[in-house]
């Protein structure tokens, strides 16, 4: 006899195992969900933000391409949702108000995360939490430390952005496919963030040895500065013209969340806590780390050059000097 309600159960027990809460359904959170329902990486997102009204109309415009994506559920949720989550992920936040200082924002930006964690930490959930919100670092480590959780469970995006500029950058200025273009950019997502020349290559070729070797430009050395100076210039240049980023962070985002609910164990510059990795601790910056199921498995420690651990010695100063202006 044919069980014809196989498939109903099946669906029906699997139907929350691949759960995303988003909160702040805003510029970046609208198009992660956007970007996530497409690749089929999970059953089930849910919006939350302090503007409810705002939350309802963005999952009434997403759900309304529910025909064109793989099966997924939208909906707006609410704290309860946090309890049977996979992944959360932060990016509610405000924006620089004018004659509001940077510590000022971040001081908020830092008390809205701390609440959000408190209400997911309340809910028992059993997530992993990745946080976009900006100063991502800072908030990250903010996140953290408010859960009580294991470092790896509370993440953030890192330099998974800034490195895929970086690669994109690279793969125009080379004219080779950014699939075959391995690049990184560390330490902090903002200005002491630097590249990561000696794990640089293309197709397994040592950037030094490719530029040597390609014809393509006059003054090779030169224009990989300017690349660098692009990438870190990047958002400014973007938010200059039309107010935000967020198709490449929702992609980005969908990058970590799709390796953490495939187990990928991919390794991403995420922002992680160091405890003494690289001989730095007590700071949260983007270093290249193992994702997978509940996290950041490992953190990779690679043999940076005297240049390349001054730089990530000078990022984690910055980052920690901003953290301890916000215990002040
Ligand atoms: N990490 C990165 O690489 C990266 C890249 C781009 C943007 N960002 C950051 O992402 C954040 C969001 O950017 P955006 O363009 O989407 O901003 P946005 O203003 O469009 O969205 C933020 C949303 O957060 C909501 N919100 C505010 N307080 C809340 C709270 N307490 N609870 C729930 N929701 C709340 C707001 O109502 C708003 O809808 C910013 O901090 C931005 O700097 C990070």
């Given at each position: 006899?044919?069980?014809?309600?196989?498939?109903?159960?099946?669906?029906?027990?699997?139907?929350?195992?691949?759960?995303?809460?988003?909160?702040?359904?805003?510029?970046?959170?609208?198009?992660?969900?956007?970007?996530?329902?497409?690749?089929?990486?999970?059953?089930?997102?849910?919006?939350?933000?302090?503007?409810?009204?705002?939350?309802?109309?963005?999952?009434?415009?997403?759900?309304?391409?529910?025909?064109?994506?793989?099966?997924?559920?939208?909906?707006?949720?609410?704290?309860?949702?946090?309890?049977?989550?996979?992944?959360?992920?932060?990016?509610?936040?405000?924006?620089?108000?004018?004659?509001?200082?940077?510590?000022?924002?971040?001081?908020?930006?830092?008390?809205?995360?701390?609440?959000?964690?408190?209400?997911?930490?309340?809910?028992?959930?059993?997530?992993?939490v990745v946080?976009?919100?900006?100063?991502?670092?800072?908030?990250?480590?903010?996140?953290?430390?408010?859960?009580?959780?294991?470092?790896?469970?509370?993440?953030g995006?890192?330099?998974?952005?800034?490195?895929?500029?970086?690669?994109?950058?690279?793969?125009?200025?080379?004219?080779?496919?950014?699939?075959?273009?391995?690049?990184?950019?560390?330490?902090?997502?903002?200005d002491?963030?630097?590249?990561?020349w000696?794990?640089?290559?293309?197709?397994?070729?040592?950037?030094?040895?490719?530029?040597?070797?390609?014809?393509?430009?006059?003054?090779?050395?030169?224009?990989?500065?300017?690349?660098?100076?692009?990438?870190?210039?990047?958002?400014?240049?973007?938010?200059?013209?039309?107010?935000?980023?967020?198709?490449?962070?929702?992609?980005?985002?969908?990058?970590?969340?799709?390796?953490?609910?495939?187990?990928?164990?991919?390794?991403?510059?995420v922002?992680?806590?160091?405890?003494?990795?690289?001989?730095?601790?007590?700071?949260?910056?983007?270093?290249?780390?193992?994702?997978?199921?509940?996290?950041?498995?490992?953190?990779?420690?690679?043999?940076?050059?005297?240049?390349?651990?001054?730089?990530?010695?000078?990022?984690?100063?910055?980052?920690?000097?901003?953290?301890?202006?916000?215990?002040?």
């Open positions: 006899m044919v069980r014809m309600y196989f498939i109903g159960d099946f669906m029906a027990s699997n139907w929350k195992s691949r759960k995303v809460v988003i909160v702040g359904a805003g510029a970046v959170g609208s198009t992660f969900a956007y970007s996530l329902a497409q690749k089929g990486f999970a059953d089930e997102i849910v919006l939350t933000d302090a503007r409810l009204e705002y939350a309802e109309a963005q999952v009434l415009d997403l759900a309304h391409g529910l025909p064109f994506y793989p099966p997924i559920q939208i909906r707006v949720g609410g704290n309860e949702d946090y309890s049977d989550a996979q992944v959360v992920v932060i990016t509610a936040g405000v924006k620089q108000s004018p004659g509001e200082s940077r510590l000022e924002l971040v001081k908020k930006n830092a008390a809205i995360i701390g609440t959000i964690m408190d209400e997911i930490v309340a809910q028992k959930s059993s997530a992993v946080v976009a919100t900006n100063p991502v670092d800072i908030l990250t480590h903010i996140a953290l430390k408010r859960s009580g959780w294991p470092k790896g469970r509370v993440i995006s890192g330099t998974v952005l800034d490195s895929a500029r970086f690669r994109y950058l690279l793969s125009q200025h080379c004219q080779v496919d950014v699939g075959n273009v391995h690049a990184y950019i560390l330490g902090e997502h903002g002491s963030e630097f590249p990561a000696s794990m640089t290559n293309i197709g397994g070729v040592a950037i030094d040895d490719y530029c040597h070797m390609c014809s393509k430009c006059d003054d090779w050395k030169t224009e990989l500065e300017q690349i660098v100076r692009t990438v870190r210039d990047s958002a400014y240049h973007i938010i200059n013209y039309k107010g935000a980023t967020y198709f490449a962070i929702g992609m980005a985002l969908v990058r970590i969340v799709g390796t953490i609910l495939q187990d990928q164990h991919s390794i991403l510059p922002s992680t806590f160091l405890d003494g990795e690289y001989g730095i601790k007590d700071v949260c910056l983007g270093i290249p780390a193992l994702v997978g199921q509940g996290g950041v498995h490992e953190i990779v420690v690679a043999q940076l050059t005297k240049e390349e651990m001054d730089a990530l010695r000078r990022s984690a100063a910055a980052l920690k000097k901003v953290f301890e202006q916000l215990q002040e």
